[in-house]
T-cell receptor
């Protein structure tokens, strides 16, 4: 299994440009998450999807939209990028039917907005 | 979620046990203790979790005090590859499933 994969690995945007970060998992997990990590900081939750067809806001949703395309894929869209969105973005997934909150993370997308 | 307190940084000699403490004095009865680590530039990696009892897996051991107000993650034979930031997270299981990552402990394993 590839686990959680993210594309692209690196991206540079100009202020106002848009882009979509892609995430896919091949573990048949129900729940998926998008986090951001600013330099020297812990991760903060942007959005999550508890199951296919549902999405919910996390701690820092402003400036982002998400789509749970199917059970495997969960994308994050920046409609009009701002320098404050320069960060590393991590996608994660979690298996269904477990009591605890063990999550599996992808390798991250490093985004710079100039 | 219960708040956690961890030291900002720790050093450990290669081959020795690394003991990483975490205080969670406001933990409630249905909250689990999770440990994750993040090696530089990579996504976080799940290590272990526990509720009341001590736990051990192939990566580490988790010791939870009887009153559950603190815990210790033990890496029995630290290697240079264990250099990472270690996060202690307290969370109710299966409740929104969101994880809140604080500052963590930066463990430096030295030769």
């Amino acid at each position: 299994n590839a686990g959680v994969t993210q594309t692209p690995k690196f991206q540079v945007l100009k202020t106002g440009q848009s882009m979509t970060l892609q995430c896919a998992q091949d573990m048949n997990h129900n729940s998926m998450y998008w986090y951001r990590q600013d330099p020297g900081m812990g991760l903060r939750l942007i959005y999550y999807s508890a199951s296919e067809g549902t999405t919910d806001k996390g701690e820092v949703p402003n400036g982002y939209n998400v789509s749970r395309l199917n059970k495997r894929e969960f994308s994050l869209r920046l409609e009009s990028a701002a320098p404050s969105q320069t960060s590393v973005y991590f996608c994660a997934s979690r298996p269904q039917g477990v009591v605890t909150a063990e999550q599996y993370f992808g390798p991250g997308t490093r985004l710079t907005v100039t | 979620d219960a708040k956690t307190t961890q030291p900002t940084s720790m050093d450990c000699a290669e081959g020795r046990a690394a003991n990483l403490p975490c205080n969670h004095s406001t933990i409630s009865g249905n909250e689990y203790v999770y440990w994750y680590r993040q090696i530089h530039s990579q996504g976080p990696q799940y290590i272990i979790h526990g509720l009341k009892n001590n736990e051990t897996n192939e990566m580490a051991s988790l010791i939870i005090t009887e009153d559950r107000k603190s815990s210790t993650l033990i890496l029995p034979h630290a290697t240079l590859r264990d250099t990472a930031v270690y996060y202690c997270i307290v969370r109710v299981g299966n409740a929104g499933n969101m994880l809140t990552f604080g500052g963590g402990t930066r463990l430096m394993v030295k030769p």
